[in-house]
């Protein structure tokens, strides 16, 4: 008998990884299930520094019905210092940070890969609505759950070793399969859209915690239109992202729409919903997922947010590390700190975040 | 053919005595008798709960009526230590002492004592992991109303100077509690050798089930109840008393005691033989509490360049249970505030790996853990940096 090659599978407790977690254990692999724990779950209690979270007791669960060993992976430290720091810096910029693509980048696929090395686990494993094609990411089959929106940064040498079972697959056919197999708990789980480490949405108060309520992104400022108009104050900076309505000063005219953030004057600069149309795109921090990258002139298509269409754009300058785009069309609220990516069809070509 | 696992991991728990399980059963059986019922079922309950109180007292070198049953080590220490500040609460002895290497059930009561109102005091640890007893002097003064030092450390397995500790106690007329949760079946412990006032004793570390306790509480010791409700033990742990389990406890402690002197000299030379072996092949390895009295199950090390959790997945992946030390609830591994207080670097401490060799562990599994750990080093190490 040939010994099975060895996948560290990355298990949220959630119904896509577990039933990656199934798919693997049922083609024969020597499966090795792993919970990240991430941030201390009930910091609030200093005697209590424990971390019961039910997702990790439901990873478990479905651990032992597989007949898998399970390890929960103690990532606080990486995961404060690569992906809340950063979150929070990029908010006390003016900008809209988006956790999951530094997760991605450095967790999950740098930090767990280390992991996996150090098991022998030749392959990673995740429950990511993506595939992995001969050293290739490509789309998810379902357009509706792709996740390739927030892979981009990750190293592309380990694409090689990353297994995505579910991203052949149709979101009810994850969660019928994990019916058919009887995963505990998992299969009506509902879906998780929060950020995993704000799970109540309320990401002003991470900021409070960690920047301070007199942090100048927190602090009160002018409410601005294009044209220097001042409408009103604001609460902070932070509060407000490209596109948002909600707390804007109503009345009459035109509903006004935030366009821009100015962190130096502590300014939200408010104006029409033309005023978020854009049709050019620069982004830095670039990482290229294909050997041979586009050039300036190349057609390619970018998407500027987690599920907006696909837009088509050419490619105007590539530089180390940045790369700027021109729009075919207008799109709206281009926001600094998002993520451009940039697809040849189902290919990810690689990405940057927005500046 | 895979070979079976190894088990080194007695300290966090042990199996359940085949003899033990045959002295419960009756007890939920037809012998299902709530012990404070006059009719006849209550009457065998009530019996059956008395001797295992007079069994349990006779292992600790204590009266029947000193034994309180609880559901465990840490329900024993928070009603030792808590209760026992509480009770003098207002009495000028405002004080608990106790120290930084404890596990974490007197900790937090010694902690919660404090958000009550108490005056907290951790007696000093030296590098080897013993207890300072100049340290002790300068905290034990007539305002004490508790102090509490464990008689073997959990972690490293180092014994502490309890006979000196309690006469220091004693002399400023402070109440001494030693958690023995780890010392039981591992060195005497005598109740009527030294002058402890409390001692609490876990029986799942032993084979007892999971889920019992006993704190041993000297004639005239008051202890504050954590509940309320009942007259059971005489109003110190109200509640339904648990009859197999009382049992159970009785059982395990006079099986552990016949045999303790055999099985600890086999304890002593299969670890003295895993860690000579150890030391040989990964020379830098560093022995936690080394040079110090050591209980005999006990080996705590750290090989720099490693770290506990990638060592704990690599060793149960081979087939080798061991512990870190401080698991947390989802078994995520944590810090050691006991290495931490011992002054070991956080970079060794955080490499902390502790093997407990008991009733399962024979010389094939020492053998064979010896043969495997070198490659583990060798490749934990090469692994270092990368996270």
């Known amino acids: ?355 | 053919m895979p070979q079976p696992p190894i088990y080194l991991d007695h300290a966090a728990t042990t199996p359940v005595r085949p003899e033990v399980i045959e002295a419960m059963l009756p007890y939920f059986g037809a012998k299902f008798g709530n012990s404070s019922s006059t009719h006849r079922w209550g009457r065998e309950a009530r019996a059956a709960t008395d001797a295992a109180r007079e069994r349990i007292g006779a292992c600790l070198g204590a009266n029947p009526d000193e034994i309180c049953l609880t559901s465990g080590g840490t329900e024993a220490d928070n009603l030792a230590v808590l209760g026992g500040w509480r009770v003098q609460r207002g009495s000028g002895r405002n004080a608990v002492v106790t120290t930084p290497i404890e596990h974490k059930a007197v900790l937090a009561s010694a902690h919660q004592a404090a958000k009550e109102g108490g005056d907290e005091r951790l007696l000093d640890v030296d590098a080897t992991g013993v207890v300072s007893l100049e340290s002790a002097r300068t905290h034990l003064r007539p305002d004490v109303a508790i102090a509490s030092v464990m008689w073997v450390n959990n972690e490293t397995g180092v014994i502490q100077p309890i006979e000196e500790l309690v006469a220091l106690a004693k002399n400023v007329g402070a109440v001494f509690h030693t958690d023995a949760v780890q010392a039981f079946g591992k060195i005497v412990i005598d109740a009527k050798l030294t002058p402890f006032d409390l001692c609490s004793v876990s029986g799942h570390k032993f084979g007892a089930p999971k889920g019992i306790g006993a704190v041993f509480v000297r004639r005239g010791t008051a202890l504050a109840p954590l509940f309320f409700g009942g007259t059971q033990d005489r109003g110190r742990r109200p509640g339904t008393e648990n009859v197999p389990m009382a049992i159970a406890l009785a059982t395990a402690m006079e099986l552990t005691l016949r045999e303790k002197d055999a099985e600890c000299a086999r304890l002593l030379a299969l670890r003295d033989r895993l860690e000579a072996a150890l030391l040989e092949r990964v020379p830098d390895a560093v022995v936690h509490g080394r040079g110090a009295p050591r209980a005999p199950h006990m080996l705590s090390l750290s090989v720099p360049g490693t770290d506990s959790e990638s060592m704990l997945i690599a060793l149960d992946l081979q087939g080798v249970a061991c512990s870190s030390g401080s698991a947390c609830q989802s078994g995520s591994v944590t810090a050691s505030h006991v290495l931490n207080a011992m002054g070991v670097p956080p970079e060794l401490g955080s490499a902390a790996v502790r093997m407990s060799v008991g009733k399962l562990t024979t010389d094939e599994h020492i053998d064979r853990v010896v043969a495997l750990f070198p490659a583990l080093i060798a490749k934990a190490r090469s692994m270092a940096g990368r996270f």
């Open chain 1, 1 to 355: 008998m040939t010994a099975k090659a060895r996948v560290l599978v990355a298990m949220s407790g959630g119904v896509d990884s577990s039933v990656a977690a199934a798919l693997l254990v049922r083609q024969g692999y020597d499966v090795v299930g792993v919970t990240m724990k991430l941030f201390e779950d009930g910091s609030e209690l200093p005697d209590r520094p424990c971390c019961s979270l039910d997702s990790t007791s439901d990873a478990r669960r479905v651990a032992e019905l597989l007949g898998i060993p399970h390890y929960v992976l103690n990532m606080v430290d990486h995961f404060s210092r690569d992906v809340i720091a950063d979150f929070v810096a990029e908010y006390a910029r003016g900008r809209t940070p988006i956790p999951c693509v530094r997760c991605n980048t450095f967790t999950k696929f740098s930090d767990l890969v280390a992991k996996a090395d150090g098991i022998d686990a030749q392959y990673v494993a995740t429950g990511h609505y993506a595939r992995a094609i001969d050293g290739e990411l490509h789309r998810g089959l379902d357009d509706n759950k792709d996740q390739t929106y927030f892979l981009w940064g990750i190293n592309r040498l380990v694409l090689k070793r990353l297994m995505l079972p579910v991203g052949t697959m149709t979101k009810p056919e994850t969660r019928a399969l994990a019916r058919e197999l009887e995963l505990p708990r998992v299969a009506d789980k509902p879906e998780s859209q929060e950020i995993c480490f704000v799970p109540d949405g309320d990401y002003v108060k991470i900021l409070r915690r960690e920047l301070g309520d007199a942090a100048p992104a927190l602090s009160p400022g002018r409410i601005v239109t294009m044209d220097g108009r001042d409408v009103g104050e604001h609460g902070g900076f932070a509060r407000y992202t490209i596109g948002q309505r909600r707390g804007l000063p109503g009345g009459s005219g035109d509903p006004l729409y935030v366009v821009a953030l100015r962190p130096e004057t502590r300014e939200v600069v408010v104006g029409p919903r033309e005023a978020l149309l854009g049709t050019r795109v620069a982004a830095s921090g670039i990482n290229w997922l294909v050997e041979t990258p586009p050039l300036a002139g190349d057609e390619v298509q970018v998407r500027i947010r987690h599920r907006a269409p696909l837009a088509p754009a050419v490619v105007e300058q590539v530089d180390d590390g940045e790369v700027s785009l021109s729009l075919l069309s207008p799109v709206s609220a281009i926001s600094p700190g998002q993520s451009a990516v940039f697809y040849d069809g189902t290919r990810v070509l690689g990405g940057g975040f927005i500046d």
